[in-house]
């Protein structure tokens, strides 16, 4: 066992991170919005029963986020990743048969649901504490880079695999059901490359057997923390639920456009953890958590501000970049607050917050918009969200964190198999 602190960015076990958000976020859920036209025009399930299943999944990533921590606590978080993939790859396979009924459908994309939210809550903890402190920052930008990159290659996957389906006749396959198997083998595949990556001790490592309960003096700062990644979740919303449909039928653009600016909000995705997280490491977390929230504050209001193509491309860009780029930063700076003893907890948390926060305000913005005149409320309420998000994190006070950390806390035992690319 090596004790040497990881040094490079890219390494079997930030990759292995990667691996995890992609199956359980870009994929295990994103995905399915990029299927549902397809789910509609098929015949599969009505617009209605297309759209109670992504509700289905969203109430499973509340649920998951609530027991990842508490799983955490009782079994090895090396096991659970693994489980919550495999989970994530069988939704796939399952949802691959045509007709077998709402009961069927709504229990895997829950379960998807869950897995997706174990997959957000636990990669961090395990991945960044075994990192150098002069990385972790972009660490944790490989990590959920996944995101980003799971959804925009499920944007280009599912045509694809809609289109083989007639290529497989002698197969039997539709294409929807040759998309469901397609994305289960691609989660598969990725579950495969992360298997051997995350270390045994993982459950010892990355925090106690048993959560410690958060000091009385960190106590405020975890809860500014959670109501900042709730308003957080508030402030990308109006983009991920609406953007398309408000530039398609509200400001008249043709169809393709609307594909356009979501495809360029995707590739922001793919790129924002990386990019958010080099400049963390240089400029410091505070202040680049900061400048994330304001500039997501500025994309959310853009649309409102200018119906141009320019404005819209810069807006969908930069909500891309800062969507997964701020969960990135918002997981390090966790870190870097509470240490590594109570990561875990404070982080599994968050991501409750942001859950039940994303639930929430989803069915609240749907609610509304079938009842205002234009979309544009909507973006104005993300991007108050958002500055009160700032206003948050304006709020927590620095501390000495010395008793957070062990004397070696930057060198916490890694697998020697880890540390190499």
Aim: contains cysteine; charged residues 10%.
């Amino acid at each position: 066992m090596n004790g040497t602190p990881i040094e490079r960015v890219f390494n079997r076990l930030s990759i292995a991170g990667l691996c995890a958000t992609s199956v359980g976020n870009g994929l295990g859920r994103f995905a399915f919005i990029a299927l549902m036209p397809a789910l509609i025009q098929a015949g599969w399930f009505s617009k209605a029963d297309a759209s109670w299943l992504g509700v289905a999944t969203l109430v499973g990533y509340v649920a998951g986020a609530s027991l990842a921590n508490a799983l955490a606590t009782r079994l090895s978080s090396a096991w659970l990743l693994r489980a919550a993939m495999l989970g994530c790859a069988s939704s796939f396979f399952a949802c691959a048969i045509q007709g077998a009924g709402m009961p069927w459908f709504w229990f895997w994309r829950t379960a998807a649901g869950v897995c997706g939210a174990i997959l957000m809550v636990l990669p961090a903890p395990v991945v960044l504490p075994r990192h150098a402190t002069s990385i972790r920052a972009r660490a944790s930008g490989v990590v959920f880079s996944g995101i980003g990159l799971g959804a925009a290659a499920s944007g280009f996957l599912v045509p694809l695999f809609i289109a083989a389906g007639p290529q497989l006749s002698f197969l039997r396959l539709q294409g929807v059901t040759a998309t469901w198997l397609g994305l289960g083998i691609v989660c598969l595949a990725l579950t495969a490359i992360a298997w051997r990556a995350w270390p045994a001790d993982a459950v010892d490592v990355a925090a106690p057997a048993v959560a410690p309960k958060l000091p009385g003096d960190i106590r405020l700062t975890v809860l500014l923390i959670l109501v900042a990644h709730g308003l957080n979740a508030i402030g990308y919303l109006a983009h991920t639920m609406f953007l398309p449909d408000y530039v398609v039928r509200e400001l008249g653009m043709p169809l393709s456009a609307g594909g356009f600016f979501w495809s360029m909000f995707g590739l922001g995705a793919a790129i924002g953890p990386m990019l958010t997280g080099t400049l963390a490491d240089r400029f410091g977390l505070k202040r680049c958590l900061l400048a994330g929230f304001l500039l997501k504050s500025l994309a959310a209001i853009l649309p409102v501000w200018s119906s141009a193509p320019f404005a819209l491309l810069i807006s969908a860009v930069l909500m891309g970049v800062c969507t997964p780029g701020v969960v990135a930063l918002v997981s390090a700076y966790t870190l870097e607050c509470v240490g590594p003893r109570h990561h875990r907890k404070a982080w599994g948390l968050a991501t409750s917050s942001f859950a039940i926060a994303q639930a929430g305000g989803g069915a609240l913005m749907a609610f509304a918009a079938a009842r205002l005149p234009s979309y544009h409320a909507l973006f104005c309420v993300s991007a108050v969200a958002l500055v009160g998000s700032t206003i948050c994190v304006i709020l927590i006070r620095e501390r000495d964190r010395a008793e957070d950390r062990p004397a070696n806390a930057d060198s916490l035992p890694v697998p020697t198999t880890a540390s190499t690319p």
